[in-house]
């Protein structure tokens, strides 16, 4: 299946795309959130579709989030060799966590807010990994029996905030509108192999990011279970893979996005994003 949540923001109804049309479902009662995944929604709507008339969404409506704001939002850095070596990073020798606030949460068309004082904005494409079901301390041998589905996400940066004001990551990722997902998830079984998808990245129409996710240091499974050994992943919550080389960091001279810049980006199976920057007012 692929899900998709539709109308004003902070309002979403939930969808389906089914045959590339897309289709009302909020008579199932439930939005795409901790609750839904936890007791087996997937399933269930799956029988709910198979016996129901469903309204079909007209073209213009705004697409949100596809899922619902989650417990939270783990990143993966530098997960791809290329993309460390841009940035003059050492490859990891386990995997860089860090957590981008749910607040980011936007939808894939909405508008990027360059935060204020912010100079060193930048972009990242990248495959985002959604729980199927609690997860602690999980062996890497069960950790795709965790996975519900897959769905596309822009870790927006800024880099100033993230490298050059002091402590954690964090500050530089989890600004407003810096989390971009979508435009719909994709359950597992649309995927057949996640470790071969080609993510790109374009920013007013050049070519930026074209990579691989073949070319992870640390796989999906190993990420799941990583993850599991220092918090309890709940049903709903992302696990972001990483970037590959490509980002305005790694550019030489460094490249950094301003108001009017237009930012597109896509993955195999994923669908397409679209988003515009605008200045913080």
């Known amino acids: 299946m692929k899900l998709i949540r539709f109308g004003e923001a902070g309002k979403e109804k939930t969808g389906v795309i089914i045959n590339d049309k897309k289709y009302d479902t909020s008579a199932f009662g439930e939005d795409y959130g901790e609750a839904f995944f936890e007791n087996d929604g997937l399933t269930r709507l799956g029988y709910f579709l198979e016996d129901s008339l469903l309204p079909e969404i007209t073209e213009d409506v705004r697409l949100g989030s ?3 704001r989650p417990s939270k939002i783990v990143c993966i850095g530098l997960n791809y060799v290329d993309h460390a070596k841009e940035t003059n990073a050492t490859p990891p020798t386990e995997p ?10 936007v939808g894939p068309f909405d508008n990027i807010i360059i935060p204020k004082n912010s100079v060193k904005t930048d972009w990242e494409v990248e495959l985002a990994i959604v729980i199927g079901k609690k997860a602690s301390y999980v062996s890497e041998a069960d950790a795709m029996d965790y996975v519900a589905g897959y769905v596309l996400h822009n870790d927006v940066s800024e880099r100033e905030f993230q490298i ?31 470790h071969n998808l080609r993510l790109w990245l374009k920013v007013n129409g050049t070519t930026m990011q074209n990579g691989t996710t073949a070319n992870f240091i640390f796989n999906i499974p190993h990420l ?58």
């Not at 860089?96 to 949460?105: D, E, G, P, Q, R």
């Not at 002091?166 to 996640?194: N, Q, V, Y």
């Open 66 to 68: 596809p899922l619902a």
């Open 96 to 105: 860089v966590i860090f957590m981008k606030s749910t607040t980011a949460l």
């Open 164 to 194: 050059e004001r002091g402590g954690t990551w964090d500050k530089g990722k989890g600004c407003d509108t810096f989390a971009p997902m979508g435009p719909f998830f994709a359950t597992k079984d649309e995927i057949a192999d996640p």
């Open 224 to 281: 799941i279970s990583y993850t599991s050994q220092f918090m309890t992943l709940l049903p709903g919550d992302i696990i972001s893979t990483g970037t590959p080389a490509g980002v305005g960091l790694g550019m030489k001279p460094p490249v950094y996005l301003k108001a009017g810049d237009v930012i597109e980006l896509g993955i195999d199976g994923l669908g397409e994003a679209k988003q515009v920057l605008v200045n913080y007012k």
